[in-house]
């Protein structure tokens, strides 16, 4: 799981104060420190052997996007999303995640010798006007964790090349599937203000009620400077396409959380099971600040 977290400076004691809305770090662009946290540690080391390793990737925090790789530019494979794993593994230099995401990966060290290091980092991207303030704004390159390689082992790992055919993840929904298609309009205001579908959030409304077992199509536009990860409790979705270009790759995979770029529509189909999903559940953007604020709404299963 990795943070962003600021702190006041070591008083003597060895310990430091966690801060929060502080000196410029809580603006529109959301919370951002300036210590990268792995599981709670500031830039720790992982002993590895020569041998491929998986690894689950949580982007636990308040408002920043990364953009992991590793810094020398390796290639390694991902084969999970949010909600499972996928058909087949995805080979890539890099995976972008925003605040809810999750990813795995698989990665190969068999080709480093024993005392090599390789660092995890998150590269630098353009992350459009709202890249916040402080020392390590949005979209900065920094790292995040070393690998270090001491032991040479025969790799005993056989990665998966495709799941079977009866994997949910290879029933693929369309567009002929879904009965109803809904529209989400992202969008910031002045002054902390943020919106779906021109309104703020109001726990007293419900916003869409859903057919109990429908398919349903939502489309997710972002009007405003800065990406947003959008979320919808308790349903899967299937990515169809961005900005009409159909998903492949690592979107081909069970997403809840959907980052969406600045001018970008994303379309996702999932279907609320009859089972599990009568209740009422949020949908909202993945920043806290932004849903805490208003950008988040309420639907209805029915």
């Known amino acids: 799981m990795i943070q962003d977290r600021p702190f006041t400076a070591d008083n003597g004691s060895g310990e430091r104060t966690l801060i929060y809305q502080a000196g410029g770090m809580m603006m529109n662009a959301g919370m951002l420190g300036d210590h990268i946290l792995v599981?709670?540690?500031?830039?720790?080391?992982?002993?590895?052997?020569?041998?491929?390793?998986?690894?689950?990737?949580?982007?636990?925090?308040?408002?920043?996007?990364?953009?992991?790789?590793?810094?020398?530019?390796?290639?390694?494979?991902?084969?999970?999303?949010?909600?499972?794993?996928?058909?087949?593994?995805?080979q890539s230099d890099h995976i972008?995640?925003?605040?809810?995401?999750?990813?795995?990966?698989?990665?190969?060290?068999?080709?480093?010798?024993?005392?090599?290091?390789?660092?995890?980092?998150?590269r630098a991207f353009n992350a459009g006007g709202m890249m916040g303030g402080g020392t390590l704004p949005n979209g900065a390159a920094f790292n995040v964790m070393r690998f270090e390689i001491t032991t040479q082992v025969a790799d005993d790992v056989t990665l998966y090349t495709s799941l079977p055919a009866n994997a949910d993840?290879?029933?693929?929904?369309?567009?002929?599937?879904?009965?109803?298609?809904?529209?989400?309009?992202?969008?910031?205001?002045?002054?902390?203000?943020?919106?779906?579908?021109?309104?703020?959030?109001?726990?007293?409304?419900?916003?869409?009620?859903?057919?109990?077992?429908?398919?349903?199509?939502?489309?997710?536009?972002?009007?405003?400077?800065?990406?947003?990860?959008?979320?919808?409790?308790?349903?899967?979705?299937?990515?169809?396409?961005?900005?009409?270009?159909?998903?492949?790759?690592v979107d081909l995979g069970w997403k809840d959380t959907v980052l969406v770029q600045p001018n970008e529509v994303v379309q996702f189909i999932g279907r609320f099971d009859p089972v599990i999903n009568i209740g009422k559940y949020m949908y909202h953007c993945h920043i806290l600040e932004h849903e805490e604020a208003g950008m988040m709404g309420i639907f209805e299963v029915q």
């Open 39 to 90: 599981n709670g540690v500031e830039l720790p080391g992982l002993k590895v052997d020569s041998r491929q390793y998986r690894f689950k990737l949580f982007n636990g925090s308040n408002a920043r996007t990364y953009d992991f790789a590793l810094a020398d530019g390796a290639i390694f494979r991902v084969i999970g999303t949010d909600g499972g794993l996928l058909n087949a593994p995805v």
């Open 96 to 122: 972008m995640l925003g605040a809810g995401e999750r990813a795995e990966i698989v990665v190969d060290f068999s080709n480093y010798a024993v005392g090599d290091n390789v660092m995890l980092v998150s």
């Open 169 to 249: 993840i290879n029933t693929r929904l369309t567009a002929l599937d879904a009965t109803v298609t809904r529209s989400f309009v992202m969008s910031m205001g002045m002054g902390m203000q943020f919106f779906i579908n021109g309104k703020v959030f109001d726990m007293n409304r419900v916003d869409e009620v859903v057919a109990s077992g429908a398919t349903e199509i939502w489309e997710i536009s972002n009007t405003s400077a800065m990406a947003h990860p959008f979320h919808a409790h308790a349903i899967q979705w299937q990515i169809l396409s961005r900005n009409s270009v159909p998903a492949s790759g």
